[in-house]
T-cell receptor, first 117, second 113 residues
Framework: AQKVTQAQTEISVVEKEDVTLDCVYE???????LFWYKQPPSGELVFLIR??????QNEISGRYSWNFQKSTSSFNFTITASQVVDSAVYFC??????????????FGKGTKLSVKP | EAGVAQSPRYKIIEKRQSVAFWCNPI?????LYWYQQILGQGPKLLIQ????????DSQLPKDRFSAERLKGVDSTLKIQPAKLEDSAVYLC???????????FGPGTRLTVL
């Protein structure tokens, strides 16, 4: 079965601190995709990144960076120099190429990040 | 480029009543999804369409929920009759194809009293 675990329920940091959100996944698929989404208080899910299982290169986008390690089944997300606008719930998600259900996103329970000024 | 549109944004109904939600995906996106997000949890897929065909409805409570995408564009999700446990946010998403990034609409917050 596919599963995504975000062990951190809530994290609180002070502005300008770096913060890492953990994501551990389980899948039997050899081809799969990992995603991060941001859900601000307004409620709309905002796409941040998609990685496929064959691409283990880390990615950096501005203050955001992602560390994908197949050996530990982890896809962690780091925000450098956090800002108040980063306050949101962050979801890690997984989809695979199994059966006829490609694209079905399996979400973790989310990590609520609060950045205080 | 216009995003995924959903209406209504909020709905309050009594249990055993019926309700319908509407979604218009991003133009050109063949795959459309309906998710249910209960407070404090991640979204859970209810149904996935590829054009106007159902790809996956294994988690759709078919005794009360139904969905259609007749012309392969807009979609409606219906609940009849509603139960208290259906109180949630119903999210519609679309993607160019399966396994591409999904773009989500603002959601419909349903409260069943």
């Amino acid at each position: 079965a596919q599963k995504v675990t975000q062990a951190q329920t809530e994290i609180s940091v002070v502005e300008k601190e770096d913060v890492t959100l953990d994501c551990v996944y389980e899948t039997r698929d050899t081809t799969y995709y990992l995603f991060w989404y941001k859900q601000p208080p307004s409620g709309e899910l905002v796409f941040l990144i998609r990685r496929n299982s064959f691409d283990e290169q880390n990615e950096i986008s501005g203050r955001y960076s992602w560390n994908f390690q197949k050996s530990t089944s982890s896809f962690n997300f780091t925000i450098t120099a956090s800002q108040v606008v980063d306050s949101a719930v962050y979801f890690c998600a997984l989809s695979g190429d199994y059966g006829g259900s490609q694209g079905n996103l399996i979400f973790g329970k989310g990590t609520k990040l609060s950045v205080k000024p | 480029e216009a995003g995924v549109a959903q209406s209504p944004r909020y709905k309050i109904i009594e249990k055993r009543q019926s309700v319908a939600f509407w979604c218009n995906p991003i133009s050109g996106h063949a795959t459309l999804y309906w998710y249910q997000q209960i407070l404090g949890q991640g979204p859970k897929l209810l149904i996935q369409f590829q054009n106007n065909g159902v790809v996956d409805d294994s988690q759709l409570p078919k005794d009360r929920f139904s969905a259609e995408r007749l012309k392969g564009v807009d979609s409606t999700l219906k609940i009849q009759p509603a139960k208290l446990e259906d109180s949630a946010v119903y999210l519609c998403a679309s993607s160019f194809t399966e396994n591409n990034e999904q773009f989500f609409g603002p959601g419909t917050r349903l409260t069943v009293l």
